[in-house]
């Protein structure tokens, strides 16, 4: 039979701790239930557990769900088109995705109009793969100078990668490491004051690894919720 949300959130908990005891840095490691395409009777189980952080990579998503619990903590971890920001900017916690100026002015407009600020991580395409969306690791310093000075409503908060699939997961532990020292290199440039403390990587098939590797948000869907069903219309 299908294991329950609420076994397989004690199982995770139990996994993410074993990874922490592993990791040299120490650090909290927060849990990120990606509900995308999940009925809101299971994001319900989840924050039974005490879930409550959750992520969705489509703003109409996000905001259906968020009017439903308006208390919970949203993340936009998926792309997120320039269009999409004004619908979205008040009920997100944590913007993951990103990746470019355009959208940084754009961001940083709406919650000016609103009144707010908004953390944001900047998303990496760590394995440089031409299907997956972020900023080259190259530009990034560069990048983090231009936002801090010129979009004071947006926080910097940290960056988010993917590692590519790896049957073998331990293939993915460099691109882990990777971000970690990038993290680190932007840190030592001390950018206008900005200090970035949040990494946003690994999901279902990494996550333990990426924890080892100093993870402070792990984003996981199927482990949590099972396979997706994508055309469901929910
Ligand atoms: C779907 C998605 C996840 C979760 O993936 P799983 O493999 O189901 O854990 C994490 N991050 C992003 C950006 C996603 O789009």
Redesign the pocket.
Known sequence: MEKTVKENLEKISYLINEAKSKSKYNQDVKL?A?S?TVDVDKVAEAADFGIMDF?E?KPQELLRKAEVFPSYNWHQ??TLQKNKVKHIIDKVKLI??LDSVDLAKEIDKRAKDKDITIQCLIQINISKEESKHGLDENSVVEFVKQVSENYKNIIIKGL?G?APYEVEKENTRIYFKKMKELMSLINSKNINGVILDELSMG???D?QIAIEEGATMV???????GE?IYNKNI
């Open positions: 990120i990606v995308k992520g990579n971890i998926g993951h995705s988010m993917m999901m279902s098939n996550y984003r996981l869907g199927t482990l949590i919720f997706r």
